[in-house]
């Protein structure tokens, strides 16, 4: 530990060298630091919006919320469907399973609201 004080306090100079280069290599870190204050991320949701003007939660979720639930639980990559039917309105989420394609899968999602045989006059799904 003494040499090693001994050998700072004789060759001052390299020693300021090195503290400046570690300034100079922190502020060029500092700089290039890629950072974002709301990062970009991969969804691995997609969500079934449905408006039934003038329906009850309960006929939203027994008149399409089920039907097209069902149809999204047979796909192939899909970890989780989710819902909630309110009044006038419904929400399906469907969670993919990690490393499936997101857009192949809204193609599978989009495809099996699509299958659904019949929806109530006035309702309108969303993908």
């Known amino acids: 530990m003494r ?8 060759y001052h100079v390299a020693v300021n060298v ?3 280069a570690f300034f100079i290599f922190g502020i060029v870190g500092a700089t290039s630091l890629k950072s974002s204050f709301f990062p970009l991320t991969d969804s691995k949701n997609i969500s079934v919006n449905i408006t039934y003007p003038g329906a ?19 796909l192939e990559g899909v970890d989780r469907v989710t819902s909630t039917s309110r009044e006038n309105s419904g929400t399906i989420n469907v969670e993919i399973e990690k490393g ?10 989009k495809n099996a609201v699509d299958r ?3 929806f109530p006059s006035g309702m309108e799904p969303l993908v």
């Open 3 to 10: 040499n090693l004080i001994a050998y700072f306090i004789k």
């Open 116 to 118: 659904v045989p019949s």
């Open 56 to 74: 009850s939660p309960q006929e939203v979720e027994e008149g399409i919320v089920l039907k097209i639930e069902d149809n999204q639980k047979g």
């Open 18 to 20: 090195i503290i400046i």
């Open 100 to 109: 499936r394609d997101i857009d192949f899968m809204l193609l599978q999602v």
